[in-house]
C-alpha cells in the first residue's frame, strides 16, 4: 500500500522532519537546492559590475554621452583581464561550494546513520550458498574466520562484550527469486486484508457507468494497476498471477536442484565485527575465508530490506557491469540521435530566419526546439526506466543512481544541442575553434534574433513558465482523476493511505537541479539575465517539489543515501569543470593571449578541485550547526548500540512488522484461521451484505 502524505507534514516543514519522513536523499535535495539559490544570490552580486556596465550597453540609446563613457569603461573592463579575474575567482568560489556541499553531506550522513541505525547495520549477505550445507557449518566457518581476524588485530572486541555470541542470527533464503515472488504475494494479501476490513460495503463496482465503460473498452486493467476500480476480480486475478509464478518457480528449481545457490543473512552483534568482515574480505590476503567447501563465496554488507530486490542478488556483478555498459551506450545513441534531430531542426529554421525578417517566427521556432526537447525527455523517461530495469542491481538505490546518472547526461547534452548545433552551420577557415567560440560580447548575441544568447533566455523562460508547471499540473491531475474514482481510502494515524497516483522521482530532480546550475553558472557571465531566471527556478522547483512530496505523490522510497552522495561527488565536479572550460572558450576571441586565459581557467579549477583539502571548509563548517549536531548524537551511540545488542539478543531481528525483515515464511505472515476466512471470502460471495468483522487486521 502506497503511503498517501495528506496532512502528515506542512508543505514548509525542516530539515529534520523530511528526513524522519522520507529519508536523507529527499532531505539533502531540498537542502542543496537552497543552499544553490543562496550561491546563486551571491554570484549574482559578484556580478554586479558585469550587469551594470552589460544593462547599460544594451539598453542605453548609443548616442547619449553615458553610453560613449559606459563603452569606453567597458572595453577596458568587460574584454580585458578584469571581468577574467573576477570570473575565475567566481568560478573558483563554486569549487569551495562544491567542497562544502560534500563535506554537509557527510555531516549529515554521520547524523542521519546512527540517527537510523537498524539491524541491517549488523548483517551480511552471503552469496552462492549451496543447498546441501548445512547451516552449523557455515556458522562454525563464519566464526572461524571472524576469530582468525581478531587474532590478526583487524577487529578489536571490547572485554565488556567477550561474552556476546558473534553470530546473533543466521537466517536462510532458498531461492532470493522465489522469495520475492511470496513478497508481493503477501503484499497484495496484506492490502486486499485491509480493503475488506476497512469496507463493509463489498468490492463491487458494477453500477458504476465509468467502470462498465473501461470494462467495454477492455482499459479496466490499466486503470487498475494504477489503483482505481480495483474490484475483488481484480484482487483474485493478481492472487492467482501471483500464485501460478511461484508454482512455476518452484518447479523450475525442483528441476534444477542444487544449481540455485541460497543466499544466507547473517547478523552479528556488534557492527564492528560486520565491518571488519565486509573490508576485509575485499582483500587478496582473506581470499581462503571466503572459500567453503571448494566454493568461492561472495559477502556484501546487508541492506535494509526496503532497498533490496531480490529478484536480482543471483546475478553476478561482472553481469551487471555488462549490462551497465550496454544501458550506456544506448542512451548515448539516443542522445546522439536526439542531436541530429535538432540539427535537422536548427537547418530549417535558419533558413526560415535568412528568408523571412520575422523576429517573432525566429523566436517561435527557437522554443518549438525546446519543446520538441522537452517533449523528447518525456517519451525518454520510461524507455530509460526500461534499460535500467534490465541491468539487475541488486538495490533499488544503486537502480536510481544509475537512472541519475543516465538522465543527467541525456538532459545535460540535450539542452547544449540548440548552442552547439548552429556552428555547424558557420563557414569558418577554423571549424574546431568556431564550433567551440560560441559566446561573445555583443547586444546582438543576448538579444539578437537568432544567436545563442537567445536559446539561453528562450531555455530558462520556458523551464520557469511551461516545465514545472507542467510537472505540477500533470502529476496533480492524475491524482484528481485517480481521485475521483472513489476507489479505497483507508484512514490510519492522522493519515490517509491509498494505492493512487505517482511516486516522485528524485534521480529526476536531482539531474535537473545540476543542469540548470551549471548551465546559469557556466554562461551567466555573458548573458546576465540568466542568474534571476535561474533563482526563479529554484524558489518555483523548491515549491512544486514540496507541494507534490507532501499533498500528491506516494511514499517515496527511502533509499539508502546514494543519490545525494554520487551527486556531491561526481555530478559537482563535473559541473566545475564544464564552468571553467565555459569561461576559457569565452576567452577565445576576445584576449590578447587565449592560450594563457584557457590555461589558467582551467588549471586553476583542476588544482583547486584536487587538491583543496577540508581545513579551509571546516572553518565554514564550523559556523553552522552540523558540527552541534553530530556530536551530541555521537555523545549517544554508544548506549544506542548497547540497547541494539540487547534486543538482538532477545528476539530475532528479522520480523515483517518490523525493517529488515528476512523472514522465509511469507505465506504465514497471517495466521492460518485469518488465512481460511480470507480464503472462504475470496471464494464465496462478497457483496455488500458480507460481514467481514472476523477478518483481522494484521
Request: glycine share 6%.
Amino acid at each position: 500500500m502506497g503511503d498517501r502524505n495528506v496532512g502528515s507534514l506542512p508543505i514548509r516543514s525542516s530539515l529534520d522532519a523530511i528526513e524522519r519522513r522520507f529519508g536523507f536523499d529527499i532531505m539533502f535535495f531540498h537542502f542543496i537546492l537552497r543552499e544553490m539559490l543562496l550561491f546563486l544570490c551571491f554570484y549574482g552580486v559578484g556580478n554586479l559590475i558585469t550587469v551594470i556596465l552589460f544593462g547599460t550597453m544594451d539598453f542605453l540609446p548609443a548616442s547619449s554621452p553615458l553610453a560613449a563613457k559606459v563603452n569606453a569603461v567597458a572595453g577596458s573592463y568587460l574584454y580585458g583581464a578584469g571581468q577574467f579575474v573576477v570570473q575565475l575567482v567566481l568560478c573558483s568560489c563554486f569549487v569551495v561550494f562544491n567542497k562544502y556541499a560534500l563535506l554537509a553531506r557527510r555531516r549529515f550522513s554521520e547524523a542521519c546513520w546512527h540517527a537510523d541505525e537498524d539491524v541491517s547495520e549488523y548483517s551480511v549477505l552471503i552469496l552462492n550458498v549451496r543447498k546441501h550445507w548445512a547451516d552449523r557449518d557455515l556458522i562454525q566457518h563464519i566464526e572461524k574466520s571472524v576469530r582468525r581476524l581478531e587474532e590478526q588485530a583487524i577487529v578489536r572486541i571490547p572485554l565488556a562484550h567477550k561474552n556476546l555470541p558473534i553470530i546473533a542470527h543466521f537466517e536462510r533464503v532458498s531461492d532470493p527469486h522465489l522469495y520475492d515472488l511470496r513478497l508481493r504475494l503477501a503484499s497484495l494479501q496484506r492490502e486486499l486484508y485491509m480493503v475488506i476490513n476497512e469496507r463493509g460495503d463489498g468490492l463491487a463496482y458494477d453500477g458504476r457507468k465509468a467502470f462498465r465503460c473501461l470494462r467495454a473498452l477492455h482499459l479496466i486493467r490499466v486503470w487498475q494497476r494504477f489503483g482505481a476500480f480495483r474490484d475483488l476480480e481484480y484482487y483474485n486475478w493478481q492472487l492467482e498471477r501471483y500464485r501460478e509464478q511461484i508454482r512455476r518457480r518452484r518447479e523450475r528449481v525442483e528441476r534444477r536442484g542444487c544449481l540455485v545457490p541460497d543466499v544466507v543473512v547473517v547478523t552479528f552483534s556488534l557492527s564492528a565485527v560486520r565491518h571488519a568482515v565486509v573490508e576485509s574480505f575485499k582483500r587478496p590476503s582473506c581470499c581462503s575465508s571466503l572459500r567453503f567447501d571448494r566454493t568461492t563465496l561472495a559477502v556484501r554488507p546487508a541492506p535494509k530490506v526496503s532497498d533490496l530486490i531480490w529478484s536480482n542478488l543471483h546475478r553476478s556483478s561482472f553481469n551487471t557491469f555488462l549490462c551497465s555498459v550496454g544501458t550506456m551506450v544506448a542512451c548515448l545513441c539516443i542522445t546522439a540521435l536526439v542531436f541530429a534531430l535538432i540539427l535537422l531542426l536548427r537547418g530549417f529554421q535558419r533558413h526560415i530566419a535568412y528568408t523571412t525578417n520575422s523576429g517573432v517566427l525566429t523566436l517561435f521556432l527557437n522554443a518549438a526546439i525546446y519543446l520538441i526537447i522537452f517533449a523528447c525527455d518525456f517519451i525518454f523517461r520510461p524507455v530509460l526506466s526500461l534499460l535500467v530495469g534490465l541491468e539487475g542491481h541488486h538495490t533499488h538505490s544503486a537502480k536510481e543512481s544509475s537512472y541519475m546518472f543516465r538522465y543527467f547526461i541525456y538532459t545535460f547534452f540535450n539542452r547544449l544541442t540548440p548552442l552547439y548545433s548552429r556552428q555547424i552551420y558557420q563557414t569558418s577557415p577554423d571549424t574546431g575553434r568556431g564550433f567551440l567560440n560560441i559566446i561573445e560580447y555583443t547586444s546582438y548575441w543576448r538579444w539578437g534574433g537568432d544567436s545563442p544568447g537567445r536559446d539561453m533566455l528562450v531555455y530558462m523562460v520556458l523551464n520557469n513558465l511551461l516545465y514545472n508547471p507542467m510537472l505540477l499540473v500533470s502529476n496533480a491531475l492524475s491524482w484528481s482523476l485517480l481521485s475521483c474514482t472513489n476507489v479505497f481510502t483507508r484512514k490510519s494515524q492522522g493519515r490517509s493511505t491509498t494505492t493512487l497516483g505517482f511516486v516522485l522521482r528524485y534521480s529526476v530532480l536531482y539531474s535537473q537541479l545540476a543542469t540548470v546550475v551549471f548551465y546559469v553558472v557556466a554562461y551567466s557571465y555573458a548573458h546576465p539575465v540568466l542568474i534571476p531566471l535561474g533563482i526563479v527556478y529554484l524558489l518555483i522547483n523548491d515549491l512544486i517539489s514540496r507541494y507534490l512530496l507532501f499533498r500528491v505523490s506516494r511514499m517515496p522510497p527511502r533509499l539508502s543515501g546514494i543519490l545525494a552522495n554520487k551527486f556531491c561527488r561526481y555530478l559537482l565536479p563535473f559541473g566545475s569543470l564544464f564552468v571553467a572550460l565555459c569561461l576559457a572558450q569565452g576567452s577565445l576571441e576576445i584576449s590578447s593571449n587565449p592560450v594563457l586565459y584557457f590555461g589558467l581557467s582551467l588549471g586553476t579549477i583542476v588544482v583547486l578541485q584536487l587538491g583543496l583539502n577540508s581545513h579551509l571548509i571546516n572553518l565554514i563548517l564550523r559556523r553552522c550547526k552540523l558540527y552541534k549536531r553530530a556530536a551530541v548524537i555521537n555523545s549517544m551511540v554508544s548506549d544506542k548500540e548497547l540497547a541494539i545488542i540487547e534486543k538482538l539478543r532477545q528476539m530475532p531481528p528479522y520480523d515483517l512488522e518490523r525493517q529488515g525483515s528476512y523472514i522465509p515464511n511469507v505465506e504465514l505472515s497471517f495466521s492460518l484461521d485469518d488465512l481460511a476466512d480470507l480464503n472462504a471470502h475470496l471464494h464465496g460471495p462478497l457483496g455488500r451484505e458480507g460481514d467481514s468483522s472476523s477478518l483481522l487486521v494484521v
